[in-house]
């Protein structure tokens, strides 16, 4: 159990196009969903953490005119990224968290990753 | 801020080795820690957890970590490591009541058969 999926793995685009990507929890339901972004041979960061029903809350730093964020049910969120520029080009990873609580809740669920190439 | 710090960026191991990946942090409040593990090609995947209890947590795969609290520690051990081994390994920290993660730099554990 516990499987989240994202589409599309990989996408090529180009500069001054938008980028849809999705991230669904297969089998349970997330209130909470996440999006990082994973530079080459770094660490993770948080862009943001997005809440069923309402806005998403951005860290630090992410432009939420340019990350848009949408969690619509409590199994799909999607990160548009808009008018994408080389500079956006990353691994993008999105994780869940159980809704039901119990030993589950505090754990996160990691997707696989999308490889946004812009060029 | 808070921030989390693996110090081995790289380690290189033969089979059979054992293993000790350093993890601190720096956060005021009650933390959940968590050790996850990225094998090429593939997602994150979570290897042990602590939240409270037993500071000894054994996780899948022959992993163990230790919740040092006087040192703000949670290392990584596995007595004996495989080629399978091989992979990124990131440690991670929230805190108690936020479920968003803050990720250590991880550390490239590679290991030679």
């Known amino acids: 159990g516990a499987v989240v999926s994202q589409h599309p793995s990989r996408v090529i685009c180009k500069s001054g196009t938008s980028v849809k990507i999705e991230c669904r929890s297969l089998d349970f339901q997330a209130t909470t969903m996440f999006w990082y972004r994973q530079f080459p041979k770094k660490s993770l960061m948080l862009m943001a953490t997005s809440n069923e029903g309402s806005k998403a809350t951005y860290e630090q730093g992410v432009e939420k005119d340019k990350f848009l964020i949408n969690h619509a049910s409590l199994t799909l969120s999607t990160l548009t990224v808009t008018s994408a520029h080389p500079e956006d080009s990353s691994f993008y990873i999105c994780?869940?968290?159980?809704?039901?609580?119990?030993?589950?809740?505090?754990?996160?669920?990691f997707g696989p990753g999308t490889r946004l190439t812009v060029l | 801020a808070q921030s989390v710090s693996q110090h081995n960026h790289h380690v290189i191991l033969s089979e059979a080795a054992s293993l000790e990946l350093g993890c601190n942090y720096s956060?005021?409040?009650?933390?959940?820690l968590f050790w996850y593990v990225q094998y090429p090609g593939q997602h994150l995947q979570l290897l042990l957890k602590?939240?409270?209890?037993?500071?000894l947590v054994k996780g899948i795969k022959g992993f163990e970590a230790e919740f040092i609290k006087s040192k703000f520690s949670f290392n990584l051990r596995k007595p004996s490591v495989q080629w399978s081994d091989t992979a990124e390994y990131f440690c991670?920290?929230?805190?108690?009541?936020?479920?968003?993660?803050?990720f250590g730099s991880g550390t490239r554990l590679q290991v030679q058969p």
């Open positions: 991670a920290v929230s805190l108690t009541g936020r479920r968003a993660l803050t």
């Open positions: 956060y005021g409040g009650t933390v959940n």
């Open positions: 994780s869940a968290s159980n809704a039901a609580g119990g030993p589950s809740y505090n754990e996160q669920f």
């Open positions: 602590y939240f409270s209890g037993d500071p």
